[in-house]
């Protein structure tokens, strides 16, 4: 299977500033790891792999893996936002402590090692070494969960949308930390819409 190209490019995000974050906006607004095409597409457009790469091995324990670490990756970065808040319960403290030894685990594992080559042109590009493993991919995503929240400034600059509805946590890099959405395109936009039907609808009383 090569990579896929089954969902339109806006329908995968990639602008929630890490890797591990863009994997958990694979389930808004509806799940995205319905099949193995998108699932390479994400894999290719988060930069997991090089260009071109073959994923014609991946099979369907691959959709179960991406979506695991899905979970536990969530259940990280949204129980320390709620770390402190009295709502942040034995309950939920043990299944973060579960969550964050197996994103640990993962992370033991390396990545896929990457060569240079040269291209066409006689220029140097980055090709795999070999095939890369499911194992291997999720482990490049679970270093970078581990490397997100064990950084004090990275942590702090983490946001909640504000969108209605929306789950979506970014790294907010704006100047003075006041980015409020996960899009303006997206969430911006959508409540800016809200925004003026409630004027116009307020002038008509």
Do not use: K
Request: contains cysteine.
């Amino acid at each position: 299977m090569a990579l896929g190209t089954a969902t339109a490019p806006y329908e995968l995000r990639f602008d929630a500033g890490r890797i591990s974050l863009d994997l958990l906006a694979t389930t808004h607004p509806e799940e995205r790891f319905d099949s193995l095409d998108v699932l390479s597409a994400w894999i290719a457009g988060a930069g997991l792999v090089p260009p071109g790469t073959s994923l014609a091995h991946a099979d369907a324990s691959w959709l179960v893996g991406f979506r695991e670490l899905r979970g536990q990756v969530g259940q990280l970065v949204r129980g320390g936002l709620a770390v402190g808040r009295p709502s942040y319960e034995l309950a939920l403290r043990t299944s973060y402590d579960i969550a964050l030894a197996r994103v640990n685990e993962l992370a033991r594992v390396a990545p896929p090692a990457p060569r240079a080559v040269r291209g066409e042109d006689g220029a140097l590009v980055r090709e795999l070494i070999g095939p890369p493993g499911c194992e291997e991919l999720l482990g490049a995503i679970a270093r970078d969960a581990v490397e997100l929240l064990t950084d004090p400034v990275a942590r702090a600059s983490l946001r909640q949308c504000e969108g209605d509805n929306c789950p979506i946590v970014y790294v907010d890099s704006s100047r003075g930390r006041r980015r409020r959405w996960c899009s303006s395109e997206v969430c911006g936009n959508r409540e800016r819409v809200a925004r003026h039907r409630r004027r116009a609808a307020l002038a008509r009383v």
